[in-house]
């Protein structure tokens, strides 16, 4: 499995800012993937992310409000652009195993926008 | 497209019942599934997974078949744990064209033991 980690843990944010969601993995990996889980709610792809590409979003997610950079094979980070409170969310991000079809999540960030 | 869909929650069951977490799919590819579970103040954690049919998940006294035929993929524990109380999402990874390694959830089932 991977170790993955997150930064911020969590922030409070006033709307029309924008936040920058860290991600870091303790190995190489080919896809990274952006999930957000809205209150009480599952989890929704946004994106993937695939280091030397740009990213594929998911319908209903556009890369002006979710623009994601993956400079190498071990980081990633999501933006949250304009926020509104209905991007109040967790934001997880999370990798697939080499060879496994497992993924593996992050601790995710919880981001709330008043 | 893909979907899962979970049986309604939340469930509450007591020390050492029965527990059962219906879960179905659809799914245009040949999918693998997975049941994740989230406890309470933590990330998502990887419970079990199947990646064909007949294959049979198992992890920490849990288990999940893939039956093909019936698109199913249920979750059952002989007797839960106060610590098994958490939330659990049956998901479906569709490995063919462009939703290659996406994981697609279901609603989520909120389990609670008592002790």
């Known amino acids: 499995s991977a170790v993955i980690s997150q930064k911020p843990s969590r922030d409070i944010c006033q709307r029309g800012t924008s936040l920058t969601i860290q991600c870091q993995v303790d190995?190489?990996?080919?896809?990274m993937f952006w999930y957000r889980q809205q209150p009480g709610q599952s989890l929704t792809l946004i994106a993937t992310?695939?280091?030397?590409?740009?990213?594929?979003?998911e319908s209903g997610f556009v890369i002006d409000k979710f623009p994601i950079s993956r400079p190498n094979l071990t980081f990633s980070t999501l933006t949250v652009s304009n926020m509104s409170p209905e991007d109040s969310s967790i934001y997880l991000c999370s990798v697939e195993g080499q060879g496994t079809y497992e993924q593996y999540f992050g601790p995710g960030t919880r981001l709330t926008v008043t | 497209g893909d979907s899962v869909t979970q049986m309604e929650g939340p469930v509450t069951l007591s020390e050492e019942a029965f527990l059962t977490i219906n879960c179905t799919y659809t799914a245009t590819g040949y999918p693998s599934l997975f049941w994740y579970v989230q406890y309470p103040g933590e990330g998502l954690q990887l419970l079990l997974k199947a990646t064909k049919a007949d294959d049979k998940g198992s992890n920490k006294g849990f288990e999940a078949t893939y039956r093909k035929e019936t698109t199913s993929f249920h979750l059952e524990k002989g007797s839960v744990q106060v610590s098994d109380s958490a939330v659990y999402f049956c998901a479906l990874s569709d490995r063919s064209g462009t939703s290659y390694g996406k994981l697609t959830f279901g609603q989520g089932t909120i389990l609670t033991v008592h002790p």
């Open positions: 190995s190489q990996v080919t896809m």
């Open positions: 992310a695939n280091q030397g590409s740009e990213a594929t979003y």
